[in-house]
């Protein structure tokens, strides 16, 4: 889809102020079963994403959003964009204005999406299996995503980046019983080392599913995570930063300001990148044309930056805010000993685990956690966790190792003390 021919008909309209972005995906896509191949297809989509925005009475400012196949016909691509012209008028929010900075021009390594296939294929191939807890299937994706923008401003760019996902399930029996767990792992490209790893893991949780017994109710208790649900605690520290949050006072965080009133704990660094190795969102220009601006949204505890779109962000009057895919979490001071000291419930699994943006409570379905007391370790199953980020953050520790999980850099072991366990014991 040629730009110049969604730009005229546009200036028929008297549609003066638009964003276009057009992506073209080419994939392959592989689906085994056990590791016998399938099916397997490649292909090459192309869109036209267009977002029109039209000036209203009283300052106010319209927009409207939509996709435009290649294969639109020139009387579909009219029509189209006097839909969504007319839907324009029907939205009023307070005027903003669109991105006008001039973007570089990048050169990206171009992407082999036969290479990084061959790569997944053969991290597979080297998980070490047994009869009784061994991969039952998996499917593979490999993208290579082209994207061009465009404004009425004439801010431009040309991004091209990798994206890949792969889905597992396995399976473990014991004396017939069987348990099945699905993983879905997001990158940019394969870290065959970490997958091979990360899906023992899943194979060793697997199997200790079938021993687990009921979890006892313990009341209060000190809590570890561990795995990638303890990603949705830092979220929740970046959403609060997020312009919108803080324009609609959802968030009572101020730039400057301690986020907490910290007693014992560790002070919470997010910051901010333009781009991070491996990454499936890892580039430097955001989809509003903007570049992203690499800063602290928290350090040591302390709010000092908001991150966001162009609308949100000018209205806290901060215009050369960004958008931002991904997120580095700073380590901690918790030594191993000080971190595994004690009683306390290592949390592996959940059926849903959530944390509200707003009010910060946390909960959790447990499927699997490792209870450790008196110097012992119980696996367990069932019940749930609950408790609130506010009570939380004032004593919560964590490792000074990280982890990546595609797009955030988190701590590899968060401790939270004191958090609600309900058990069915």
């Known amino acids: ?46 869109t036209l994403s267009v977002k029109l925005y039209r000036p209203l009475d009283d300052g106010m400012l319209g927009s409207a959003s939509g996709t435009i196949s290649p294969t639109a016909s020139d009387a579909e691509l009219e029509t189209t964009l006097k839909n969504l012209y007319y839907q324009a008028s029907l939205v009023k929010n307070p005027a903003y204005t669109l991105t006008d900075k001039p973007v570089p021009l990048y050169k990206f390594a171009p992407v082999d999406v036969e290479a990084i296939a061959e790569q997944f294929l053969s991290a597979m191939q080297a998980v070490p299996e047994t009869e009784t807890e061994r991969i039952n299937s998996y499917e593979i994706f490999v993208r290579d995503v082209q994207k061009r923008f465009e404004n009425s401003n004439g801010v431009t760019y040309s991004i091209d980046y990798p994206s890949s996902m792969i889905e597992v399930v396995v399976n473990a029996q014991k004396d017939g019983h069987e348990i099945e767990l699905y993983r879905n792992f997001t990158s940019g490209v394969c870290d065959a080392e970490k997958l091979t790893r990360d899906v023992e893991t899943a194979l060793k949780f697997g199997k ?57 704990g560790d002070r919470v660094s997010i910051f901010a990148a333009a781009t991070l190795e491996n990454s499936s969102h890892s580039f430097p220009v955001d989809e ?52 595994h ?17 707003v009010g910060g409570d946390l909960l959790g ?58 058990g069915i014991q």
């Open 208 to 264: 200790d599913r079938l021993l687990a017994q009921p979890t006892p109710k313990l009341g209060k208790a000190d809590v570890i995570f561990s795995t990638a649900d303890a990603v949705e605690l830092y979220r929740y520290f970046g959403a609060r930063m997020s312009a919108g949050m803080q324009f609609r006072k959802l968030s009572d965080w101020t730039e400057g300001k301690p986020i907490a009133n910290y007693t014992s």
């Open 1 to 46: 889809m040629m730009f110049a021919s969604v730009k005229e008909k546009l200036q028929a309209i008297g549609c003066t102020t638009y964003e276009l972005t057009e992506t073209t995906v080419t994939a392959w896509e592989f689906y085994f079963i056990r590791h016998k191949l399938d099916q397997n297809r490649s292909t090459k989509v192309q």
């Open 365 to 422: 379905e447990i499927r699997l956690g490792y209870w450790h007391h008196d110097g012992k370790v119980d696996v367990i199953t069932g019940g749930s966790v609950s408790g609130t980020m506010q009570d939380a953050i004032p004593s919560m520790r964590f490792s000074a190792e990280t982890k990546q999980y595609d797009t955030v850099v988190i701590p590899k072991e968060t401790r939270l003390y004191g958090v609600t366990i309900t």
């Open 341 to 357: 000291a004690g009683d306390y419930l290592e949390l592996c699994e959940f059926s849903d685990f959530q944390v509200d943006p």
């Open 288 to 339: 509003q044309g903007a570049l992203i601006s690499e800063r602290y949204l928290i350090r040591d505890g302390v709010a000092e930056s908001t991150w966001g779109d162009r609308q949100m962000s000018q209205y806290l009057d901060k215009q050369d805010s960004s958008i931002v895919y991904n997120f580095i979490v700073s380590g901690g001071t918790a030594s191993d000993a000080e971190l």
